[in-house]
C-alpha cells in the first residue's frame, strides 16, 4: 500500500508519533483518534484503529473503540480493529477472527490477530488460506497463523 495515508493532517501527525497517547495530551489525542473511527474517509477509519490498535492504552475506552470499528464497512479497518483486540482480550476477538475468515477474503492483520489468538478452532478456516499464492508475505502470515492454531489443538 505505497501512499495509502490518512488524508487527515491531524492524524497523520499522530499516527506516526512513537507513542501519542503519553504525556498531557494524550488523552486529548485518544479522544481525536476515536472520534476518526467514524470519519467518512475510509483511509481515516483505517489509520485511526491501525493507531489505535498499535499504540492505545488497555483500557475499557480503547477495547469498546475497537469493537465498533471491527464492524466496520470497510475490511481492512475491521481488520485492524481486530487486530488491536486480539492483543488485548483474545476472547473477544476469537469470534471476530471466526467471522472475518469466513468471507471471501482475508488481510494481514486479520491473519496476525487468527496468529495472536492461536485457537485451534480456525485452524479449518485457515487451512485452505495457506494454499501458496502470488504473495509470498500473505503466505507466510496465513502459514504462521495456522500452525499457531494448529499447534493450539
Known amino acids: 500500500m505505497d501512499g495509502y495515508f490518512a488524508t487527515s493532517d491531524s ?27 467514524d470519519d467518512a474517509d475510509e483511509a481515516n477509519r483505517d489509520w485511526a484503529a491501525f493507531t489505535l490498535a498499535l ?4 483500557t475499557k475506552l480503547v477495547h469498546d473503540a475497537l469493537l465498533r470499528a471491527a464492524d466496520d464497512e470497510a475490511e481492512i479497518v475491521r481488520a485492524e480493529a481486530i487486530w488491536g483486540l486480539a492483543q488485548r482480550d483474545k476472547a473477544r476477538a476469537l469470534p471476530l477472527i471466526r467471522r472475518e475468515l ?24 485457515l487451512e485452505p488460506i ?10 507466510d ?3 504462521a497463523a495456522f500452525r499457531a492454531c494448529k499447534a493450539a489443538s
Open 11 to 37: 492524524l497523520a501527525r499522530l499516527a506516526a508519533q512513537d507513542d501519542p497517547f503519553d504525556g498531557a495530551l494524550g488523552a486529548a489525542n485518544l479522544t481525536e483518534v476515536i472520534g476518526f473511527l
Open 130 to 139: 495457506t494454499t501458496p499464492s502470488a504473495d509470498k508475505f500473505l503466505d
Open 102 to 125: 469466513q468471507s471471501d477474503s482475508v488481510t494481514i492483520p486479520l491473519l496476525e490477530a487468527a496468529e495472536l489468538v492461536a485457537d485451534a478452532s480456525l485452524a479449518e478456516l
Open 55 to 58: 499504540s492505545g492504552p488497555d
Open 141 to 143: 502470515t496465513a502459514l
